[in-house]
């Protein structure tokens, strides 16, 4: 590889603020030893790619911070992006620049619907969907996904049914935390409901460029001009190169009537300016970031192997869901016989693993788990062996 992937970098809380490192602890609320990382939140414990570094050092050098607008360059950088990786024509106008896709989650939330409208979720989801829903004084309208053979798929019956009581979809492309990527097809049975019900489709695309062969990610919006007529595409570098500190998305709106109604929200709650260097670094991914993104990509798939292979030698009896997008893996615990809260102390206070259980997605603890694989090898090995060695202790395994 002509990227390093397997450099471990100290990201020490105390000296860097890094946020999931500050809030790991165990069951008695002590923090661990110096060393252990946590696989929880999804950010990457790699350093981004030296492309955008460089173009950050000479934005510093440059030494003026004051307000910042997009560039021409930039939405032309976002648009070959688009067309090069997903297939999807953009216009430079459709891009609206927002601090982070959570806010801008908000934002339509606010723009598109009234206080007690309802919004469907399918859990396990995303949490800050819950968050996003409730905060706003919105009423969640549960639509899970169905489990048929060890693989999740939408549950359209049950849609046509919650539709009918709904104003707004949140959906997840790829979908966190079961690393499904949605086919052409589901999507689009998914969108025709959605505009037989006057649903919104909001689509949360924050992975969409972490994507595993032969598995192919299709844009909502760019399923059809009727599609793209009823939805918000949310997307962001965040997760593609690890810039979730530098604080900018860019929210994508092909229908110029729904633009409107956005920006003009944005302006009652005050989203009027964005983050400088946040945008440099996009551009610089956008115009260089293509060879570091496939290296990375073929990394996590080796992590994804490395850690089913594991599982499945130590631990036979634990279902490993395949990852299909995202660096996200879902598992089953549940046969290692523990229940949820001995799970969870068990995984933090023994095995010192500090993963999201599916509680945290709004599911009642059925012993499922998601770890984040975005990590230099040895960090995930020693992981799993400090989970192995764990649960031979407790005679779990």
């Not at 661990?32 to 414990?45: L, Q, R, T, W």
Request: net charge negative; hydrophobic share 40%.
């Amino acid at each position: 590889m002509a990227y390093d992937f397997d450099t471990l970098v100290d990201r020490d809380p105390a000296i860097r603020g890094t946020g999931k490192y500050r809030i790991m602890k165990d069951s008695k609320g002590n923090k661990p030893p110096k060393g252990i990382v946590p696989f929880s939140v999804a950010d990457m414990e790699f350093k981004t790619a030296p492309e955008i570094i460089e173009a950050i050092k000479a934005e510093a050098d440059f030494g003026v911070f004051g307000y910042h607008r997009l560039t021409d360059g930039f939405r032309q950088a976002c648009c070959d992006w688009m067309k090069r990786r997903h297939d999807w024509q953009i216009s430079p106008e459709w891009i609206i620049p927002f601090e982070q896709v959570v806010p801008a989650l908000y934002n339509a939330v606010y723009a598109f619907t009234e206080p007690g409208d309802g919004i469907i979720v399918q859990k396990p989801a995303y949490h800050h969907f819950f968050h996003v829903t409730q905060h706003c004084g919105r009423t969640v309208v549960e639509n899970p996904l169905k489990l048929v053979d060890g693989k999740y798929y939408f549950d359209f019956d049950d849609l046509r049914e919650k539709a009918k009581s709904a104003k707004m979809l949140m959906l997840c492309s790829p979908y966190n935390p079961v690393g499904r990527v949605w086919t052409e097809e589901e999507l689009k049975e998914l969108g025709d409901i959605c505009i037989e019900n006057g649903v919104l489709v909001i689509a949360d695309e924050i992975h969409h460029d972490l994507i595993q062969k032969p598995f192919v990610h299709k844009v909502f919006a760019s399923l059809g001009e009727k599609y793209a007529k009823n939805c918000i595409v949310t997307t962001s570098l965040s997760k593609t190169f690890n810039l979730a500190g530098l604080c900018f998305a860019s929210i994508i709106i092909p229908d110029p009537e729904l633009r409107n109604r956005f920006t003009k929200q944005m302006n009652v709650l005050g989203f009027l300016h964005i983050n400088r260097l946040g945008v440099v670094a996009a551009e610089a991914a956008y115009k260089k970031g293509d060879a570091w993104l496939d290296e990375l990509i073929e990394y996590v798939k080796g992590n994804y192997e490395f850690f089913k292979t594991f599982m499945a030698e130590k631990f036979p009896k634990v279902k490993v869901y395949d990852m299909e997008g995202t660096y996200l893996a879902w598992f089953d615990m549940g046969p290692l016989g523990l229940g949820p809260k001995e799970l969870d102390t068990f995984l933090t206070d023994d095995a010192m693993l500090y993963l999201d259980p599916d509680t945290a997605f709004g599911v009642k603890g059925e012993c499922f788990q998601r770890i984040n694989l975005a990590c230099p090898r040895k960090l995930l090995s020693d992981a799993l062996d400090r989970l192995y060695a764990a649960a031979k202790a407790k005679g779990l395994a």
